[in-house]
């Protein structure tokens, strides 16, 4: 597992995005991890909110993923969304489950999306819950999951690979998982009800979880996600070092600005 910084690209308009770079190596897979930086929503969730299920001017959100899309896709590429409801349902989707942004709120209840179909776009959103880019180097198929603290509890970053496993034939050598910028263990401090959640790991998640000064606990949620991924067989992790509440210039957050904020989108596509 490689704590890293992710590279920062920034296209027309000032859309900035993250990337991981041993993903942006492979020719034919694109992946972004938004910012909240180059879209038009106002304030308080400038600029680039991609959250359809925020309060926002619908207009705003539709233009803002288009945004994204030319910036870090180069097109208008169909889109396959999340409905997330912090559960370890992970899906298969297709061209199918393709659907305009304006009606991305009637997408199917889950928290993973899987595809081996070329020129689609899966797509999980966040303001600090963690976002996992998973690619199979080998069967060349990939997956996007969303990973907040309940998710992680239930597993389903392995349930995310699992789904692989058993649609594609995926090996887990072959993965590359990609944990994109998310709330860190300096700003999730939390009550026992994380770290008991959490106690079905046993002690290989206990060096990510830390007593705080003021009784709380600190929980990096990243590196849990990552480690998880690592005991089940996945060979290549890299875990973004940015901090979505500490850099309030570059990322919406949840502990920071509450359900007025907007979200990021974690995105990634075969070609
Ligand atoms: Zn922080």
Redo the contacts with the bound molecule.
Sequence with gaps: MHLIPFSEVSAENGVTFLVCPALSEIKNLRHCFSTRIGGVSKPPRDSLNLGHAEQDEAGNVAENYRRILKAAFSKDAPIAFTKQIHKDFVRLADTSDCLPVEQAFTAQECDGLITDTKNIVLSGYFADCVPILLYDTAKHACGVVHAGWRGTAMAIAQKGVAAMQANFGTNLADIIAAIGPS??????LCHDDVTTAMEVFGPLVKPFIKKADDGRFSVDLKQINGTLLANCGVSEIYVCES?????KRRFFSHRRQGPSRGAMTAMIELL
């Design positions: 709330i860190g263990p300096c700003c999730f901090c979505t509440c500490c850099d």
